[in-house]
Nanobody, 116 residues
Framework: QVQPVESGGGLVQPGGSLRLSCAIR????????MGWYRQAPGKQRDLVAT????????SYEDSVKGRFTISRDSAKNTVYLQMNSLKPEDTAVYYC?????????WGKGTLVTVSS
């Protein structure tokens, strides 16, 4: 069973960086695409970035373009989200999603807080 597990969240100052990790229990190539979503308090869950596993093609939400980078490590069955130049408005719970033939699989989330 695919069960994404996120890690790497925490407290960081504005302008700082964090790298989130999302590990799955089976071969990453069993997954069509993986993505990072975030949900701020009182707001809906929004898509941040996606990666097509087979091709490595990526896409980003406009507010994170040039600051965030999504990547995959097939040997570790892990997807990463490198977040640079963090802003207070990036504060949210970040969720990993794995889209497979049998549907979407979600992790439990990791909290990112950007504050001085």
């Amino acid at each position: 069973q695919v069960q994404p597990v996120e890690s790497g969240g925490g407290l960081v100052q504005p302008g700082g960086s964090l790298r989130l990790s999302c590990a799955i229990r089976e071969s990453i190539f069993s997954i069509g695409a993986m993505g990072w979503y975030r949900q701020a308090p009182g707001k809906q869950r929004d898509l941040v970035a996606t990666i097509v596993i087979s091709s490595g093609t990526t896409s980003y939400e406009d507010s994170v373009k040039g600051r965030f980078t999504i990547s995959r490590d097939s040997a570790k069955n892990t997807v990463y989200l490198q977040m640079n130049s963090l802003k207070p408005e990036d504060t949210a719970v970040y969720y990993c999603n794995a889209r497979r033939y049998d549907g979407d699989h979600w992790g439990k989330g990791t909290l990112v807080t950007v504050s001085s």
